[in-house]
């Protein structure tokens, strides 16, 4: 295998349980998934930003802060 980053190992989570609907909760479950399962890097692309105190802010601030 030859690439950016041979040897990678890649997930997918999903974050939309039912179609076209999404909770911050579900989010931050596959974050959390993640995590546990060891990735390294996470990538989410959702859209909106609702400030410093919107729940998937801080959820998110605070897994970029843990140690793998």
Do not use: K, T
């Not at 076209?20 to 993640?34: H, K, T, Y």
């Not at 399962?37 to 859209?47: E, H, K, Q, R, T």
């Amino acid at each position: 295998m030859s690439g950016i980053a041979p040897g990678a190992w890649l997930g997918n989570y999903n974050v939309f349980p039912v179609a076209c609907e999404r909770s911050q909760e579900d989010i931050l479950n596959a974050v959390d998934a993640a995590i546990e399962d060891g990735m390294d890097v996470l990538n989410l692309s959702l859209g909106g930003y609702h400030g410093n105190n919107d729940l998937l802010a801080i959820g998110l601030d605070n897994a970029s802060m843990q140690d793998s």
